[in-house]
């Protein structure tokens, strides 16, 4: 099984800071990579997909980036409504992955 | 716009069974690949098991904490889902969501959500 580990846990920026999260795998992906976004009490969002395509209605301050093992999401300036708790995704192979997750708060 | 609802969770013995359905409607669900993915309390995500629409033959793929003892189905023609869970673990309380990828897509993400349904597994 592909494994993600996404560093930071957690983290908290200042409105208008770029804000950078990080996904390594245990095995070389395809593009077949994921980011998504869950609010507090909401249900997960998809925000970039083929590890750096903007899903339709994403605001561009968010960006995906990478290949192989390593993988980024950018927030470019925060926003408060950016608050959440993001998830990378492989979907290279069966089973499936998430990683752990890694919440932003506003500082 | 894709919706999906989910419907059959709640309260189950330990080694009881559940089944979930998951209805969509405002997309192709034929060609479609409907995915389960679960949430423990204050956890992270789960990835469950997923099934392939029939343009990838109805494939399927579990997790391993589940394989064996869940398993997706499909009807087209009903537009629906679901997720039959037996010999079921109190670890396996958790809101499980049902999403799809778009199997017409060259590639996509798990675009559309539902908002999940609760199963408690507890005596």
């Known amino acids: 099984d592909i494994q993600l580990t996404q560093s930071p846990s957690s983290l908290s920026a200042s409105v208008g800071d770029r804000v950078t999260v990080t996904c390594r795998a245990t095995q070389g992906l395809s593009n077949y990579f994921a980011w998504y976004q869950q609010k507090p009490g909401k249900v997960p969002k998809l925000l970039i997909y083929?590890?750096?395509t903007l899903q339709s209605g994403v605001p561009s301050r968010f960006s995906g980036t990478g290949s192989g093992t390593d993988f980024t999401l950018t927030i470019s300036s925060l926003q408060p409504e950016d608050v959440a708790t993001y998830y990378c995704q492989q979907y290279n192979s069966v089973p499936l992955t998430f990683g752990g997750g890694t919440k932003v708060e506003i500082k | 716009e894709g919706q999906l609802v989910e419907s059959g969770g709640g309260l189950v013995q330990p080694g009881g069974s559940l089944k979930l359905s998951c209805a969509a409607s405002g997309f192709m669900f034929s060609g479609s690949g409907i995915h389960w993915v679960r949430q423990a309390s204050g956890k992270g995500l789960e990835w469950v098991g997923r099934?392939?629409?029939?343009?990838?033959?109805?494939?399927?793929g579990y997790a391993e904490s589940v394989k064996g003892r869940f398993t997706v189905s499909r009807d087209d023609s009903e537009n629906t889902a679901y997720l039959q869970m037996d010999s079921l673990k109190t670890e396996d309380s958790a809101v499980y969501y049902c999403?799809?990828?778009?199997?017409?897509?060259?590639?996509?993400?798990?675009?559309?959500w539902g908002r999940g349904t609760l199963v408690t597994v507890s005596s």
């Open positions: 999403t799809r990828y778009d199997d017409t897509a060259t590639i996509s993400g798990l675009d559309y």
């Open positions: 083929a590890a750096s």
């Open positions: 099934i392939r629409s029939k343009g990838k033959n109805y494939a399927t």
